[in-house]
């Protein structure tokens, strides 16, 4: 669906990424995972087309990126930024209904089923008519996902489209974050290929199918999550003691330790079930 | 549907029967008063019968009716270049005056009033001062828009500063030029600057109205890419939008407004910022209704501005300039206190 190809970039005189190969598969969903500054959200930017690489392609559906018509690449590829620019208040209901702009062949009936059901999905029903300065950081990034789900109406009924997150669970509480990971599966089984870029190691365990390891701007490793989840490869990128671990009756799940600080890492027992059950 | 539905009939069923009202109201007032029914009466007679030869028919029909529909198109010509700069600048404080538009039509309107005695076919000639601040105008604001263009990209926050930057020289080289005019010249600068729709006939106006069709339609077509915009031009370009052609489009459907009613009327400041804002308090910031909010909104305030500047001190006039700033500002704030928006 979308592919990077040797890509360089470089940002004042800085080398940000270099010999990247990425492709990005229909029904998959890859995560990108790595330290701060290790151009994890210069991949989102190249393949929302916000920059242009200094070296290599960036090719949609075969052909490059820079060549392809904005509104037919907007149909069938949405894009969730870390953070919404909201200067402008808007409803909820509006910012979500924005998602039709590219869309020219849907009735507007069915866009006001899919601006229900997104608002549903991300659990905003009851704020529609909220304005959108007045919610909060989570409920804005919920709000932007429904709006990636409306625009990508038509490629998700077709099976075939790209949805881009940069740090989608950032700001979310947990039930949010466990809907978010279901919808990302969800969109992955309509047949979408998923990129996103996530910080927690246990989340992008259960929702890869390929994992990617950026550091210092290359791809470090990527691949099934078992072949690149490796706890002294880990370990040594974040410069903290990573350690998996496997309850009994569980998937692995990592934990970290180190010397003056101890995360305890929660896991839910079922990812279907949204019913929340933590275990420690 | 049902979110744009309500703010909709609520804007069509309150804004067009104001707007009628306004525009009766303004075609009855003045130093030579007509009463509403007259003014209906009139107005009929010359839809049925024909032209009416009689002393209130002339007054309505020559001077006030074009002035009235004058201001009406201009006040809507106004509101809307304001939301473009504020959709462009994604700010609500911005204004045309921003990219040294007004400015540039000074500077021009005010070296044609200075040098045009000494070409005497410039000073017979009428249109010469309003092709000058339309073209003054036109020239600053493309002169800041190339600067600010750097590889094909509109830089926006660049445009603002070099804006300031055209409207200060502006301002400094309008001083100088004061500084050599006669008392003649100087009145007369001092004048187009604050204003008048005094000068409008139906001529003028037919041709302000048929050219200002053309920009309001294509504004309207854009409402929705203008909404996508105020989230971020990165956001936008996700979306589809075509970013810098919508920026271009912006900004030379704004100027080509602005610039009409500057170089026919002179400075009428405050509309183009006051208006919008006033849009957005009463129904909402979406352009769906933004739009034709602004159009109508506009098209009543300066009729009706310019209707106490014909009263205030009749037979004598005050300048339509200042009555916009003197009687919107406190109404903004009032507006704004009310919504608690400060």
Redesign the interface.
């Given at each position: 669906m979308m592919q990077l190809k040797n890509i360089r970039v470089e940002k004042a005189n800085r080398l940000i990424l270099d010999a990247i190969h990425l492709q990005l598969n229909p029904g998959e969903v890859t995560v990108v995972i790595g330290v701060n500054g290790a151009g994890k959200s210069t991949l989102v930017r190249l393949l929302s087309g916000e920059w242009t690489p200094d070296a290599g392609e960036i090719l949609w559906k075969g052909k490059a990126l820079s060549g392809a018509d904005p509104l037919q690449v907007a149909r069938s590829r949405a894009v969730v930024n870390q953070q919404a620019d909201l200067r402008f208040d808007f409803t909820v209901r509006e910012v979500v209904e924005m998602g039709r702009f590219p869309l020219r062949q849907v009735s507007e009936k069915k866009i006001q089923e899919q601006v229900d059901a997104a608002l549903s999905e991300v659990g905003l029903s009851d704020k529609s008519e909220a304005r959108v300065t007045r919610i909060s950081g989570g409920e804005q990034k919920r709000m932007l996902l429904a709006r990636a789900m409306v625009q990508l109406t038509e490629a998700r009924a077709e099976g075939q489209g790209v949805l881009l997150l940069d740090e989608p669970t950032a700001h979310l509480d947990l039930r949010h974050q466990e809907t978010l990971l279901q919808s990302m599966r969800d969109r992955a089984a309509e047949g979408l290929a998923v990129f996103a870029v996530l910080h927690d190691l246990n989340h992008a365990a259960r929702v890869a199918d390929q994992l990617v390891i950026v550091h210092q701007g290359q791809i470090l490793r990527s691949g099934a999550v078992e072949d690149v989840m490796c706890p002294e490869l880990l370990s040594r990128i974040y410069g903290i003691r990573l350690e998996r671990m496997a309850p009994p009756g569980h998937g692995p799940h990592w934990i970290a330790r180190t010397a003056r600080l101890q995360h305890h890492f929660f896991k839910p027992q079922s990812l279907q079930n949204h019913e929340l059950i933590y275990t420690t | 549907?049902?979110?744009l539905q309500a703010p909709h009939l609520k804007l069509w069923w309150v804004l067009i029967p104001l707007l009628v009202g306004t525009l009766f109201l303004s075609l009855s007032v003045g130093a030579y008063p007509l009463s509403l029914y007259k003014v209906a009466d009139i107005l009929k007679r010359v839809m049925f019968q024909g032209p009416q030869a009689d002393i209130d028919a002339s007054v309505l029909l020559s001077i006030r009716l074009p002035r009235v529909l004058f201001g009406a198109i201009a006040g809507a010509g106004l509101a809307l270049g304001g939301v473009c700069m504020q959709t462009l600048f994604?700010?609500?404080l911005a204004e045309p005056g921003l990219m040294g538009l007004s400015s540039g039509a000074a500077l021009a309107a005010a070296t044609v009033s200075i040098f045009a005695s000494q070409v005497p076919s410039l000073l017979a000639n009428p249109f010469a001062l309003p092709f000058a601040a339309f073209a003054g105008g036109l020239g600053i604001t493309a002169l800041v828009y190339r600067v600010s263009n750097q590889g094909g990209q509109l830089r926006v926050d660049a445009m603002l500063l070099m804006g300031i930057a055209m409207n200060a020289l502006c301002g400094a080289l309008i001083g100088l030029l004061l500084v050599i005019a006669d008392d003649a010249q100087l009145r007369n600068i001092t004048f187009w600057s604050f204003g008048s729709l005094g000068r409008a006939d139906m001529k003028s106006t037919f041709v302000l109205a048929c050219i200002m069709l053309f920009p309001i339609w294509g504004i309207w077509r854009q409402r929705?890419?203008m909404?996508?915009l105020?989230?971020?031009e990165?956001?936008a370009?996700?979306?589809?939008?075509?970013v810098e052609r919508l920026k271009f489009y912006l900004v030379t459907l704004s100027c080509l407004m602005v610039g009409l009613v500057v170089a026919m009327a002179g400075l009428i400041g405050f509309v183009g910022l006051v208006i919008p804002h006033i849009a957005?308090l009463l129904f909402?910031?979406?352009h769906q209704t933004l739009v034709p909010a602004s159009v109508l909104l506009g098209a009543m305030f300066l009729p009706l501005m310019d209707m106490l500047c014909r009263t205030a001190v009749a037979p004598a006039e005050l300048p339509i300039g200042m009555m916009t700033s003197l009687m919107g500002a406190p109404f903004f704030i009032f507006l704004l206190l009310r919504k608690r928006a400060l």
């Open positions: - | 549907m049902k979110a994604r700010n609500p929705e890419a909404n996508v105020l989230m971020g990165a956001d370009a996700n979306m589809g939008v075509r957005r909402g910031v979406s």
